[in-house]
C-alpha cells in the first residue's frame, strides 16, 4: 500500500513551457485534491475531484488543469509555466470529502525561470 | 471565501513547557477544523480535527478546542518535546462546503532542549 505517490520530485521549467504533475493514489480514495504551498501562505487548494470524471476549481485554478479518467489518478497540468506558479505542489486524497482525513503525498517542488 | 488567520507565526518553547497555537475563521458556517503537523521537508500530516458540534477534543499530549462564538480555535501541546519541532497549520471548511478547506499560514514551533 504506497498511499499517494507523486512524480516527479523536482522540475526546472522555462517561462512558457507545459508540463504534467502526477499523482496517483492506491486507497480507493473518491476525493482527490491540488494544493500550492508558498511560503508565509500556507496551502492554497487550485482543484478538486470527489470522483471520476468530476473536478472542480479550488481558489486558485487560474493556469491549471485538471482530469479525473479513473479514480487513483489525478494529475495536474501546467498550461504554459509562469514564475509566479514557482512552488511546491502537494497532492492528497480522502475517503470522499475535504473533511475526512486527508493524506498528502510527498510534494512536487517547481521551479519556473 | 473563508479566511483563516493564524498567530504566531513562530513559537520557542522550552523542552517540557506547553505550546499554544490560535486560528480564527471568517465564516460562521464553517463545520470542520483540522490541524496538520509538517516536518522539514515532509508532507502535512493531520494530528488532531474537530467538528462544530464539539468545543474540546484531546489527543495525549495535544488537545484543541473550538469556540464558535468567538469563531477561532486553538492547537495546545503539553509536555513538549524536540520531536515536536515541526510547522503547524490549522484549517477551516469554507462554510459548510465539506469540499473545500483554507489554511492558515503556519506556525514554525520550535522546542528547545
Known amino acids: 500500500n504506497a498511499g499517494v505517490t507523486q512524480t516527479p520530485k523536482f522540475q526546472v521549467l522555462k517561462t512558457g513551457q507545459s508540463m504534467t504533475l502526477q499523482c496517483a493514489q492506491d486507497m480507493n480514495h473518491e476525493y482527490m485534491s491540488w494544493y500550492r504551498q508558498d511560503p508565509g501562505m500556507g496551502l492554497r487548494l487550485i482543484h478538486y475531484s470527489v470522483g471520476a470524471g468530476i473536478t472542480d476549481q479550488g481558489e486558485v485554478p487560474n493556469g491549471y488543469n485538471v482530469s479525473r479518467s479513473t479514480t487513483e489518478d489525478f494529475p495536474l497540468r501546467l498550461l504554459s509555466a509562469a514564475p509566479s506558479q514557482t512552488s511546491v505542489y502537494f497532492c492528497?486524497?480522502?475517503?470522499?470529502?475535504?473533511?475526512?482525513?486527508?493524506?498528502f503525498g510527498p510534494g512536487t517542488r517547481l521551479t519556473v525561470l | 471565501g473563508e479566511n483563516v488567520e493564524q498567530h504566531p507565526s513562530t513559537l520557542s518553547v522550552q523542552e517540557g513547557d506547553s505550546a499554544v497555537i490560535k486560528c480564527t475563521y471568517s465564516?460562521?458556517?464553517?463545520?470542520?477544523f483540522p490541524w496538520y503537523k509538517q516536518e522539514l521537508g515532509k508532507r502535512p500530516q493531520l494530528i488532531i480535527d474537530?467538528?462544530?458540534?464539539?468545543g474540546e477534543k484531546k489527543d495525549q499530549r495535544i488537545a484543541v478546542t473550538l469556540n464558535k462564538t468567538a469563531k477561532h480555535f486553538s492547537l495546545h501541546i503539553t509536555e513538549t518535546q524536540p520531536e515536536d519541532s515541526a510547522v503547524y497549520f490549522c484549517?477551516?471548511?469554507?462554510?459548510?462546503?465539506?469540499?473545500?478547506?483554507?489554511f492558515g499560514a503556519g506556525t514554525t514551533v520550535t522546542v528547545r532542549a
Open positions: 484549517a477551516a471548511t469554507r462554510g459548510s462546503n465539506d469540499y473545500k478547506l483554507s
Open positions: 474537530i467538528r462544530s458540534n464539539v
Open positions: 465564516d460562521s458556517a464553517s463545520n470542520y
Open positions: 492528497a486524497s480522502s475517503y470522499a470529502r475535504a473533511t475526512d482525513t486527508q493524506y
